[in-house]
């Protein structure tokens, strides 16, 4: 599996890329090279160009759904099936995610959540007798039509 990894300005994006080589390494599977990319579908599109070129290529993760929307670009303009020759997944869960074509798996992230929880932390830095702010969701995979089963590299 490949990644095509948002620009690294954040320690989210750090801990993206980390979460794929531990996964990568738990399961005994080559690291590939990380591919930077972008935040937009422009981006992933130009970025992912020669990675689905190549048929050895079976999976690519998008640090987002933005991403991975131009990754289904071109996959179909080289020729590839998402999912029968490619898989393809992204992350946050970005609304036009359900309705690409194929619908695209992703890591859905509680961002209202993140953002109740760090409010909660500045209102008790600024006040602290104020509650304790509520935990937010666990990121959760939302599978959907962009990816299959794993099969072995063609070519």
Do not use: K
Not at 69 to 98: M, N, Q, T, Y
Not at 114 to 137: E, I, K, Q, S, V
């Amino acid at each position: 599996m490949h990644y095509l990894a948002l620009p690294s300005s954040t320690a989210d994006v750090a801990q993206r890329t980390q979460g794929w080589l531990d996964a990568l390494r738990a399961a005994g599977a080559p690291e590939p090279p990380v591919v930077e990319g972008g935040w937009t579908p422009r981006t992933g599109y130009l970025a992912a160009r020669g990675l689905v070129a190549n048929p050895s290529v079976t999976a690519v993760l998008c640090g987002n759904g933005d991403v991975a929307a131009g990754v289904l670009r071109a996959a179909r303009e080289a020729g590839r099936h998402v999912p029968g020759d490619l898989s393809v997944a992204g992350f946050d869960d970005v609304p036009v995610a359900a309705f690409l074509a194929p619908a695209l798996t992703t890591v859905r992230l509680d961002f209202e959540g993140l953002g109740r929880t760090y409010f909660g932390l500045l209102h008790r830095l600024l006040d602290p007798a104020a509650p304790a702010p509520g935990p937010c969701d666990e990121p959760a995979l939302i599978v959907r039509e962009s990816t299959g089963p794993w099969r072995a590299a063609r070519g």
